[in-house]
């Protein structure tokens, strides 16, 4: 099946330039937006598989777009693709719900894998920026935690662990499934009853929290 894209830029020029250049590849570009509004609003009604978005799409940063859109289609992927390669934006992308990062010097060939990736589920970075996401996320394991009033860590079955601590790893819930020698639909089960017990919204969410909890080690 053709993967559903969606591409999110202010620049119209650029941003049909990318859409043209996807749709002549064989993926399915069912929408653009040129704000964050409109990409949060267009988003929600179209369910895309991946959203390639942009940071700066005007008054409304692509960050509160990402974050919006984990809220309400939870199962579309973003993929950014920035001129900004800043260590702060990059962080609070990923924050927001961004499965990755890409710069715009990145080739065609490797926007394409890049997507391809982040359909199955898997953080896409441009080289330099995955070690550091990770280091941030290890730097926030390793902060105090307060000893009282910290919540209750909801409590997990032993195969959801498993399964969360692959996800972590970075492998697709085919990789997964056949790893555990389980169907995709029962991974994909897992990794939604492991989302609703933590309150969490999207796969970047949960590598978050298992690198916390010390599960992807």
Do not use: C
Request: negative net charge.
């Amino acid at each position: 099946m053709s993967i559903r894209v969606m591409v999110v830029d202010d620049h119209p020029i650029w941003r049909e330039g990318v859409a043209r250049d996807l749709a002549e590849r064989g993926l399915d570009v069912v929408a653009t937006a040129p704000d964050a509004p409109a990409a949060v609003r267009i988003a929600t009604a179209v369910r895309p598989d991946v959203i390639l978005m942009d940071l700066n799409l005007g008054a409304t940063s692509g960050v509160d777009a990402i974050a919006a859109i984990g809220q309400q289609s939870p199962d579309s992927r973003v993929l950014v693709l920035s001129a900004s390669g800043e260590h702060a934006d990059v962080l609070e992308a990923v924050k927001a719900g961004a499965l990755g990062y890409l710069v715009k010097s990145a080739g065609v060939d490797e926007l394409l894998e890049a997507i391809r990736r982040t359909a199955d589920g898997v953080a896409v970075f441009t080289p330099g920026l995955a070690g550091l996401v990770l280091g941030e996320y290890r730097r926030l394991a390793d902060a105090p935690r307060p000893a009282d009033g910290a919540p209750a860590v909801p409590a997990l079955t032993e195969r959801e662990t498993e399964v969360l601590r692959l996800v972590a790893k970075g492998m697709t819930a085919k990789q997964i499934a056949a790893r555990l020698v389980v169907s995709h639909r029962t991974v994909e089960s897992h990794v939604q009853n492991t989302l609703r017990k933590l309150q969490l919204h999207n796969r970047s969410q949960l590598v978050r929290y298992a690198i916390e909890q010390g599960l992807a080690d």
